[in-house]
């Protein structure tokens, strides 16, 4: 079983910094891609940033220069960190992994969600 645990999110202001960590747990043979995505009520949940086992990231053309994915490999834990927010960022954000637990046997984890709001 693969458990991701978020935490971080909150409350800020437009223009306002704030940071996301996702710690991933479990016993598996590789993690292919993780990385964060988020959903509005009423919306689909969306891609925020990802990373690839290879080291490739992607961003949410949103997002874009703003928002930085960062891996720690040892410890298995992913930090987003989200600076010149804007109002449309409020969602909440989800942590994902997914991978193979053995040689054939894949798996598509998800935290449990954080919230993050930008108002003033």
């Known amino acids: 079983q693969v458990v991701l645990v978020e935490s971080g999110g909150g409350l800020a202001q437009p223009g306002g910094s704030l940071s996301l960590s996702c710690s991933i747990s479990?016993?598996?043979?590789?993690?292919?891609?993780m990385g964060w995505y988020r959903q509005v009520p009423g919306n689909e949940r969306e891609l925020t940033a990802t990373v690839t086992r290879n080291g490739n990231m992607d961003y949410a053309d949103s997002v874009k220069g703003r928002f930085t994915l960062t891996v720690d490999n040892i410890r298995n834990i992913i930090h987003l960190q989200m600076h010149n927010l804007k109002p449309e960022d409020t969602a909440v954000y989800y942590c994902?992994?997914?991978?193979?637990?053995?040689?054939?046997?894949?798996?598509?984890?998800w935290g449990q969600g954080t919230q993050v709001t930008v108002s003033s």
């Open positions: 994902n992994a997914r991978g193979y637990l053995t040689t054939w046997e894949q798996f598509d984890s």
């Open positions: 479990g016993n598996v043979f590789h993690i292919d891609v």
